[in-house]
């Protein structure tokens, strides 16, 4: 049991009110937390890419919330949160529900839809997340600016790409079981 002075119903109701926070984010509300990557190759004129995705202004203000709920020292971290509604949900449909979004968050961490290795650095979605989180947003971390500044710009732009999506599938995630909490509260299944 975690000791930073939480119960579980405190942490709960933090959790769904910072899931309305995020939800609420001009990012998300505006559609604009979507993305778009497409790579062209002609021979004789090489590689084009094309690139939509949310403005630095709209993702930084997201990220200022979203990383609470990536953050593993967080009272609101998902796994966390999986790991009390799977304790204290008093229904074996909602379990088995959850066990499922779970497994799939968790594949997702380590395999998204692009298979990134870069110089024989395999670039998981969570190691995107990572290296943009500490080594650019929020933190200042050197070795993950250094990983960042040593890739080529197709490489910075795959990167990222795996890191935004990446973002996508755990709002995805957030917004579940932000949802498992408001059913199990309204159907008096959580204990």
């Known amino acids: 049991m975690r000791t930073d002075g939480y119960t579980t119903t405190e942490r709960l109701e933090l959790f769904l009110r910072r899931v309305n926070e995020l939800l609420d984010k001009e990012a998300v509300r505006s559609g604009s937390l979507s993305i778009s990557l497409s790579l062209s190759f002609r021979p004789g004129q090489g590689l084009t890419a094309s690139s939509k995705e949310p403005s630095e202004e709209s993702l930084s203000s997201f990220l200022n919330t979203f990383r609470q709920f990536v953050s593993d020292g967080e009272p609101i971290f998902v796994n966390l949160i ?13 379990r088995g529900h959850l066990l499922a979004a779970r497994k799939r968050w968790l594949e997702s961490a380590r395999a998204g839809p692009l298979r990134l290795v870069i110089d024989e650095d395999h670039i998981t979605p969570a190691d995107a997340l990572d290296l943009w989180i500490n080594g650019e947003y929020f933190h200042n971390d050197k070795r993950q600016r250094e990983r960042l500044q040593r890739l080529d ?14 973002i996508i599938t755990a709002t995805n995630y957030v917004g579940l079981l932000g949802q498992t909490v408001i059913v199990g509260h309204r159907q008096g299944l959580l204990n």
Do not use: I, K
């Open 82 to 94: 999986a790991n009390v509604l799977l304790r204290e949900l008093d229904s074996d449909e909602l």
């Open 153 to 166: 710009p197709v490489g910075l732009l795959l990167t990222r790409h795996v890191f935004l999506n990446h």
